[in-house]
Structure formats: structure tokens, C-alpha cells
């Protein structure tokens, strides 16, 4: 099972008014997914996928996939709005009025998790959605389940992307999925940035986005004196490409200028191969 996951595609943010600097970002991101070997059995878009939720970001969203034949779930994130977006991706209610959903296989669920609180920037997880992913859990306790959701529940350094904004979601999260020993990795966006960590004993992979990255810097930040630190840098696309051995959850982070190939394997090579796979 090898699942593509792209994030924060930010479709609709114009960097000038009428630069569509996203949408060709997007669109590169696709061709080297779909240039992969063996290619992707899914794609998973783990929010922002717009900018502002509009509804006609989503149709051109849809445009921008249209001659992509891998399948391709789709979740909200903060950028997003409920109802266009469902409107727009055809997707079902779940009945709490979330975007949550849950990819069942012989050997692994994916659990999609909405965390939008509206007009929150960092996430939300409240009692619905405590009990939903009670429910999910419980459903299938012997299978191993990977968790997609769009916000990261570590703290990445990055002082103006703060986890929760004081509200405390990341907290009710954790108490929530500590039961689920199952539980075999978190995997998120939000932060635009490839990041990894543990997040109490389940490891956390922060996929970078398709939009432009964040800058790096683990200095705070006071919001109320600009220091005209970098904030956004254009570094290529990124995306992710998580394999599921039928153990555990390995993650490549890629980029789309990764085919800038120096050495190819010609006949020099060989012996070098050779080695590296004998000894
Ligand atoms: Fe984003
Ligand atoms: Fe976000």
C-alpha cells in the first residue's frame, strides 16, 4: 500500500491578483506523482486545499485533477469550509456534520479526521468529535490504523504556528487516541513544513505543502514588532509517499525537483551497487 499524501495546495491565493502560482505548483506535484514507480494505490489531500473555502476555489480544485486517474480522497483543513467543499468534492455527511471518514483494507485503516474549528486558524477536536473517533477506534482494535489529519499536534519551533491556540485540542486528542494501541502513526499537514516527531508513543510524520513552504526560524516571534524575518520561501513542491510493509508506516519526503538526477546507474556504477547491496 503506498499512499501519496499532498497538503495545503492553497488553491485560490493569489501571490499578485490573477498569479496562478498554486495551481501550477499543484500541477507540478501531480506529474511527479504520477511519474512514481510503482505509482501511488491513493492520494490523500490533508487540507487547505483553498485558500478561503470558496466555491468556485473547488472547481478549480476539481479542474486541476481532472486528468488524474489515482484516487484521491480529499480532507478539510482550516483554509477550507464545510459546505462548499462537500458541495463541491461530493462528500457525504457523516453524520456529525464533519469531514471525517475512515479507508478500510484487509490489513489497515486510514482514519480521516476533521479538525476545523470555524474561524480557528489552529485546530479543533471537540465531544462529536471525541466520540466519532471513539467509534472508529473501537470498531477494529486489532488492525493496524494510520491517522490523517489536517493539523499537527506537536509543536514544530516555528512560534507563529502555535498547536492550539490555547484551546487545548491537541490534549483531548491525545487522551483520546492513547487507549488505541493500534494506533500505528499520525500523519498531518498545516505547518508547511516536512517535520518528524513522537507525539507521546505515536510517531508523527508533517508532510510539507504544495503551496510555499515556511521559513525556518525557532526564535520567537512577537506579533507585535515586524522584524522583517523571512516568513515564506519558494522552495520546490513537496509531498509525501508513506508505505505500509504490513508492519509499520515508513515515510519518504519528497520534493518535486527530486529527479534532478546526478548519477545514474551505468556500467561505473556497478561495482558500487554491488557493494553497497552485499556488504
Ligand atoms: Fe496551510
Ligand atoms: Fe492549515
Redesign the pocket.
Known sequence: MIIAQIT?L?IGFPAKPGDPQNDQRLTETLDAIKALKPRPDLILATG?LTNDGYPEQYERLLELFADCDIPIHWMI?N?DQREPMRAALNIPDDGNDFVSSVLEFDDLRLVLLDSHGPGLHGGAFGADQADWLERQLAARPDTPTILAIHHSPVFTGISWMPVSNGNGWETRLSAAVAPHKQVKKLICG?V?RSVDAMWNDVPVAVCS?TAPQLAVNLTAIDADNPDNRPLVVNESPAFALHIWNGSYLMTHHMRTDHNNTLVKFEPFMQHTISGAMDH
Do not use: K, L
Open positions: 495545503d492553497h487547505d483543513g483554509h498545516h508547511h505543502s
